[in-house]
């Protein structure tokens, strides 16, 4: 509740669908609001929501069951939902982790928009937070990855429900399991929590322990390192969107096609004037149809320090493919090589066809077919 | 010598003191000097130093000689200190480790300027960069913590000497042990390297394999977030730096004493103007008296993102004090938690007893006596 109050979300009057695994986590979630309630000290509507993921047949219905009469038992309404992942996995040669994941998401945005949810709650502890840490760090990620999981963000992209994560900050596992058996229910055990072929459980049961031997408290010290990186993206987010500003191009528009030219700044005042209105009509014109990855000037990119362009151009990127998917470092390492030298009509190809391209002093983005 | 460029360190004409400690990775580091020397690729002048640290008695001292003795070998010179480490980090109240590496520092510092050295090398690697980010990453570090050791920093405060590591970006530890085998010199074991009561070695020993487990290039992922996180910190520590100018209340000076009174901005471009002009003044006056720790507006840090304003007043708290030594996440955290509220009148100390205090909307920096 501390922590409900901290993030100022609303002690009433709010629907919310909670994410119910049958685990330890997300029992002893629904468990906690079910007493919070009854307590008169949230007054928000509550109902549970169960993903079936099709993977462990059997087991998989039992699962779903027993979470549907458990939310019953507690007065909550309960939407139970069957994917099939393994298909899924196959088809978009995705891992099965990551199919998982999705097909969840999918599931609780469809189902929170149904029941007029403005937010779905999943239980993450701060143990879910450092394994996750650990693995984008065996991955090499920079403060974005190492940031973690955001105690609340929104659900989809550009959608209205949220996805916040009130144990993420202050619960260990081990709090979870004890809340529970406190109550007296006895949680689920899912059988993909012990197979170590999964990185995510070998880091819990190998890794996460010996960093125990050297701090008792090495969750929360990763978990607090992932707090800090992550105010740190958010200053850097912001400022590199404002560099994309700086670093945008003067657009002039003709009836068939949108041209660029390189834009010629001198240092007098009027110049710049004049570049500012015309990055004020491109602002209004142009930039639509292009969806933010307007042309750039080298230049100003050039500039700019390394932690900044790199996270601009990630940026520009992004918005010109409509997210970051299979795009890889060494994309944008690609796209960032560009910038050196003073030889344009060079290329970076990006995957699903788009690419990236330096030409008379600027950087042009074009979309895949 | 690719790192050495790329670096845009001089290829001639330069005076460097190399560290050598007569492991592998320094013993390494000065052949590869004396090959790229003789090969005529680098035309730089070398001398070693090495310091014993007068924790290992008699092995210490064969070091000493040993080091001396390959120097000369390959034609440069060679100082030899010697420190009483134990005593010192008795006296101090430090912890072996970090005495060690003070009496280091000063002694190459010492050393490089009587030789005239413009630089000072030393031998780190790869592996050296990770086990440095997994210590730090346990004890809840930010970016900064996290970003590891740089490629190149000033070797003391204002000091004009500065510290390079050619190794850090690419030389795993394997590397450098294959080396020296291959130009047939036997390197110094350290004892010291391999007691397991140092986190160190037991990083090196059991974390550093394990995490290969997950990950074969686990060390070079961390070095790379380690660089991505050192690029993301110059950003934000340029900024903070801003942030504090933007933050800096007018400071009015009497005779005989200096008074702050809060800044009232309004919109208008006059008070703006007529601030702006009492900030430059008070910048040529009684900031240097302060060493830049003045007074800061509450309102202006309380509208800054956290992740820029934690940077800020840790700045800011380092100008006053002359550094952050002995200052703990703790007393940061006392010093923010000033700027939540409306209330004034409260302070928050600081250890060597100095102290902040917030009045009259304003952070007010006290130095101890």
Chains 1, 2 share one sequence.
Not at 10 to 31: C, F, I, Y
Not at 163 to 172: D, F, I, K, S
Not at 199 to 209: F, I, N
Not at 270 to 289: K, T
């Amino acid at each position: 509740l501390r922590e409900w109050r901290r993030r100022g979300w609303p002690a009433r009057g709010e629907r919310v669908t909670v994410a119910v695994s049958g685990g330890a986590d997300s029992t002893a979630l629904l468990l906690a609001l079910e007493e919070l309630l009854k307590a008169g000290l949230l007054e928000i509507e509550v109902s549970a929501a169960h993903l079936d993921h099709g993977l462990r047949g059997e087991s998989g219905r039992e699962d779903a069951l027993w979470v549907s009469e458990l939310a019953r038992s507690l007065g909550f309404e309960c939407v139970v939902g069957r994917a099939s992942v393994g298909e899924r996995a196959r088809d978009e040669r995705d891992n099965l982790e990551q199919a998982a994941r999705r097909a969840r998401y999918e599931f609780l945005a469809v189902e929170a928009r149904r029941a007029g949810a403005r937010a779905v709650l999943s239980a993450h502890t701060l143990d879910d937070q450092a394994e996750t840490v650990l693995l984008r760090l065996l991955r090499g990620s920079g403060a974005d990855g190492l940031g973690g999981m955001a105690a609340a963000r929104g659900l989809e992209e550009g959608g209205e429900v949220c996805l916040r994560r009130p144990l993420l900050g202050w619960a260990r596992r081990a709090d979870t399991e004890g809340y529970c058996r406190e109550r007296g229910v006895e949680f689920r055990a899912d059988a993909m929590n012990e197979d170590e072929r999964f990185a995510r459980v070998r880091v819990r049961r190998r890794l996460v322990p010996l960093l125990e031997t050297f701090n008792p408290r090495a969750v929360e010290a990763l978990a607090r390192a992932a707090e800090l990186l992550r105010e740190d993206s958010a200053v850097l987010e912001r400022l590199a969107a404002v560099l994309l500003e700086e670093a945008r191009a003067v657009v002039r528009e003709s009836r068939a096609e949108v041209r660029e030219e390189p834009a010629e700044i001198k240092d007098g005042p009027a110049e710049v004037e004049e570049w500012s209105a015309d990055v004020r009509e491109a602002r209004a014109g142009a930039v639509e149809r292009r969806e933010g990855a307007w042309p750039l000037r080298v230049e100003v990119l050039g500039a700019a320090l390394p932690g900044l362009r790199r996270r601009a151009l990630r940026l520009w990127v992004a918005r010109g493919r409509g997210g970051l998917r299979r795009l890889s470092r060494a994309h944008l390492l690609a796209v960032e090589k560009l910038l050196e030298g003073t030889r344009g009509g060079r290329v970076a190809e990006l995957p699903g066809g788009g690419s990236v391209e330096r030409r008379r002093g600027l950087l042009l983005f074009r979309r895949g077919e």
